[in-house]
Nanobody, 120 residues
């Protein structure tokens, strides 16, 4: 089983950038599809981006966010540029050995999350 630990969150002004990291334990990291979800207070957990053979993004972050992975470091990243107040949420890393989807229920392994707050 894989363990996931996120880092890199914080407080940033609108228009700024942050890079989130998700470090994974285990020996089979390269066999997992990885994703980022986010959850704002009072809202459902929302798919942000995923990476396996291909990358996918929710429409609201296309052109601003970039997901990547470094299998040698067992780490997945989310580079977030041109941040907006509506990006404020807890960002959570997820993993699956199955096909990547945009539904939280399809991802069995989760990190604890890192807070991203974007001020106006």
């Amino acid at each position: 089983q894989v363990q996931l630990v996120e880092s890199g969150g914080g407080l940033v002004q609108a228009g700024g950038s942050l890079r989130l990291s998700c470090a994974a334990s285990g020996r089979t990291f390269s066999s997992y599809a990885m994703a980022w979800f986010r959850q704002a207070p009072g809202k459902e957990r929302e798919f942000v981006a995923s990476v396996n053979r291909n990358t996918y993004y929710t429409d609201s972050v296309k052109g601003r966010f970039t997901v990547s992975r470094d299998n040698a470091k067992n780490t997945v990243y989310l580079q977030m540029n041109s941040l907006k107040p509506e990006d404020t949420a807890v960002y959570v890393c997820a993993a699956t050995t199955r096909a990547a989807t945009n539904r939280a229920r399809d991802w069995p392994y989760w990190g604890q999350g890192t807070q991203v707050t974007v001020s106006s």
